[in-house]
Every structure is written in structure tokens, then in C-alpha cells.
């Protein structure tokens, strides 16, 4: 074998060995399937978490960079409209989340819906969409491609918990949604209207017959106290 040719097989087995790498690092995605997009801000998918429907919006070509249909966009829009706060830092495949309200995600094991999808062998995030042993089917964006029928947009794609290259987000005040936020401060509004029993009575009962009630329950205890010095003293012998 010439030189030229070793040089050129040596090249080729270099390659292909770093693209066996390649794959063997890449995350195990799998199942789901396709939604053709035929008009920009056209829904693919959707997630509702607690009464609140997120929608996973696409363009044909894709969507870059700020852009209201890349990934990202995604997980700022679902934790603004269900938790109220914005979503920074999801810039590249080893960041960890930030929130403006100051809370945070931390990396968990037991991924639940809303979590937030991280890739480490790209650039790319999503949110769990659904939760099956250590199945995991994420909702994202971005996430298309060319076919012969036109450009088309993968939906309820698969990742399993515990693959290396797929690491999952969890909020920290997870389940405080704007809904429970509204409801906690509710029912703190009642707790400061309504202080005391006594209050209670006064809006409820009127004068006249509160007092009868308290001359009711004066009798009940002097016959209480009587009927006991009586038993008392006749057990003394």
C-alpha cells in the first residue's frame, strides 16, 4: 500500500471511529412522532399544568437564537404564564437556570411535569411532558426537519432517566403556581378579616342574644359546681 493510500485509510478509520464516539455520546431520543407546519406560530404540541395550557409553537425553516420558537423560548413562556416569574441562563448545554424572582432549579433524579429537559450533547432544552417509570416524554420546540412532504416538527419524542447526555431541571418552590399564589393570599385575607372567636360572635350573633347565651351557660356552670360540692360532701363520711 502507497504512502498516499495509508495516509488516506488512516484518515478514513480516524473518522469513523470519531463518529462512532460521536453517537455512542449523542442522548437516546426516541419514540414520538411528526406534525407537519405549514404557517408560522403554527401549535405542535401543548402541556397544561395546573389549569394553565402552554403551547409549543413552530415556523417552517425552524426558529434561532431569541426567537419566540426556538427551544428556550419554550421554557421561559411555560414558567412565565404558570409561575409568573422569567427564566434566564438557558444558554448552553451545561447551564444551570436562573429566576427572577429568586428561586432556583437544582438537578434532580426523579424528574416530574414542568421540569425542565436539558441536552448535554447540544444545545437544546425542553420541558417533561409526561412521566412513565424512567420514561420520560418531553414537549419542546425547534426540534423539526425537512421531509419530502415539506418541514415537519417532532412531537412526544422519549428520553429515559439516567442517560448521561440528558440531565433534568427542577424549580425549587415546584407546584407554587400563580393559581396557588393567588389562593395562599386569599386565604391569608380571610385570616386578617377574622382574628378572634369573639369577633366571629359579634358579626354573627346579635347582643341581645349573645347575652342570653352567656346567662345560659352562668346557670349551667352553678349547677355543675352545685351538683359537685353535693357529691363530695355526701362521700365524706
Not at 478509520?13 to 406560530?41: F, K, N, P
Not at 426558529?63 to 411555560?78: H, I, R
Not at 354573627?204 to 346557670?219: G, H, M, Q, V
Request: with cysteine; aromatic share 10%; charged share 15%.
Amino acid at each position: 500500500m502507497s504512502s498516499i493510500k495509508k495516509q488516506l485509510f488512516s484518515t478514513l478509520v480516524a473518522l469513523m471511529m470519531s463518529g462512532a464516539l460521536a453517537c455512542s455520546a449523542a442522548a437516546s431520543v426516541g419514540g414520538g412522532s411528526t406534525v407537519g407546519i405549514s404557517y408560522t406560530g403554527q401549535t405542535a404540541d401543548t402541556i397544561t399544568f395546573d389549569g394553565v395550557r402552554v403551547e409549543a409553537k413552530y415556523s417552517p425553516g425552524g426558529g434561532y437564537g431569541s426567537s419566540e420558537y426556538s427551544c428556550a423560548a419554550l421554557v421561559m413562556k411555560f414558567y412565565k404564564q404558570v409561575y409568573g416569574f422569567d427564566v434566564w441562563n438557558l444558554s448552553s448545554s451545561g447551564s444551570i437556570p436562573t429566576c427572577s424572582n429568586g428561586a432556583s432549579f437544582f438537578l434532580t433524579n426523579t424528574p416530574r411535569v414542568g421540569d425542565i429537559v436539558r441536552f448535554q450533547d447540544r444545545t437544546h432544552w425542553a420541558l417533561v411532558k409526561s412521566v412513565k417509570g424512567s420514561t420520560v416524554t418531553i414537549i419542546e420546540q425547534n426540534w423539526g426537519y425537512n421531509a419530502g412532504s415539506g418541514y415537519v416538527a417532532a412531537v412526544n419524542r422519549t428520553v429515559e432517566v439516567g442517560d448521561a447526555q440528558v440531565s433534568f431541571l427542577t424549580y425549587s418552590d415546584y407546584g407554587f403556581t400563580l393559581a396557588a399564589q393567588a389562593k395562599a393570599q386569599e386565604q391569608a385575607k380571610q385570616a386578617e378579616e377574622v382574628t378572634t372567636w369573639e369577633e366571629v360572635l359579634e358579626q354573627t350573633i346579635p347582643a341581645e342574644e349573645r347575652l342570653s347565651i352567656e346567662k345560659e351557660d352562668n346557670l349551667k356552670a352553678v349547677a355543675i359546681d352545685t351538683a359537685l360540692e353535693n357529691t363530695l360532701g355526701n362521700s365524706i363520711v
